[in-house]
């Protein structure tokens, strides 16, 4: 794992938070909506594949959305989305337990997970369909990776660079997200999916994150090997998420 040194402030105060949990009693065990299937599935439909993020807030945004996120996520849903993603880092974005607790019941997508995940026990804290893995932040990423998955979760890697999917890949993630944002700076960049994304196999599904606003963003992410987007910040600023949602769901002529 990266010192906090190498790290842009925010992100530091993110893990030092996150290595401060407390660790929740108990173990879970699930029986997960399959993520890459619902993928492959809206893009059959016409549809280009988006997980939308329900997203309060975050250190790159301005200001805090209060509106019932049960409501965002089945607008979410109308609008088109394959699959959600719920924030449930509390100190820093908003997020809940609960809130993805309540969202998952209410829609029939896959649900993700969006929590920085450090240790084994981090795990454990409630039942999703996906997991998210940072490779740059998880010590032991195979051993992560099984832990996850001898609970039933699918489970979303994240990578930055080439280094990092070969990580993954050596760890035997399935799932990659990679990250247009550079954690160490935040400065987004969408050419770090089309320069990573290249050295991925066909068998891996492949998630475009951070940095996606406009439809022209989606289709030039599906170019580069995209087999789903990420999207949070263009769904959640929306006064209609439903139509943001639709907005970049509906695939460019």
Not at 51 to 71: C, F, L, Q
Not at 103 to 120: G, I
Request: without cysteine.
């Amino acid at each position: 794992m990266n010192t906090n040194e190498e790290l842009a402030p925010a992100v530091a105060s993110i893990l030092d938070a996150a290595r401060g949990r407390q660790p929740p009693e108990g173990r879970v065990s699930v029986s997960p909506r399959r993520l890459p299937e619902a993928l492959a599935a809206a893009d059959r439909d016409g549809r280009v594949p988006v997980i939308a993020e329900v997203k309060p807030t975050s250190p790159t945004t301005e200001g805090r959305d209060d509106r019932d996120p049960v409501d965002l996520a089945r607008e979410m849903v109308a609008g088109g989305a394959a699959a959600l993603s719920v924030l449930t880092e509390p100190e820093h974005f908003g997020g809940s337990v609960e809130t993805l607790e309540r969202v998952r019941e209410a829609v029939d997508v896959p649900v993700l997970r969006k929590d920085f995940l450090l240790e084994e026990a981090h795990l454990d804290a409630v039942e999703t369909d996906v997991v998210l893995l940072i490779a740059r932040f998880v010590d032991d990423l195979p051993g992560m990776l099984a832990a996850a998955r001898d609970r039933g979760f699918q489970v979303l890697v994240e990578v930055h660079s080439e280094a990092e999917l070969r990580e993954a890949l050596d760890a035997g993630a399935d799932i990659v997200g990679i990250n247009n944002r550079d954690l160490a700076n935040l400065v987004v960049n969408l050419e770090t999916f089309v320069d990573v994304a290249r050295h991925a196999p066909d068998s891996v599904t492949l998630i475009a994150e951070s940095g996606i606003a406009t439809p022209s963003d989606a289709a030039r992410m599906r170019r580069a090997g995209a087999d789903g987007l990420l999207v949070g910040t263009a769904i959640m600023r929306g006064d209609s998420v439903e139509a943001s949602t639709r907005r970049l769901t509906t695939p460019q002529t």
